[in-house]
């Protein structure tokens, strides 16, 4: 289920509350800016999906979810997708110096 608003007259957002129905719509890239533990399961979900995906934090919590991640990650460089993961440098103690 979704929300169409029209904002300023000129834009429309959708609002989902469910991640599936989130990944059927019209776009290329997904970033990610959830809980890091809930980032490995949502990129694989969005590489299946045929989307790019930005994930702002580390990827996984554990060397399984790792595993996966990387088979899906390789799967969809085959056919042209890619993950990239970022780090926030801004709350680095070391960018911090």
Known sequence: MFVNLLISGKKNISIYNDYEKFLQHDMNIVVLCNYC????PAAIKALKSGKHVL??????KTLSEGVSLCREVEK????????????IIAISPISRK
């Open 76 to 87: 969809a460089e085959k056919k042209g997708y890619f993950i990239c993961l970022l780090k």
């Open 37 to 40: 533990t809930e980032h490995a």
């Open 55 to 60: 994930s702002e934090v580390i990827a996984c």
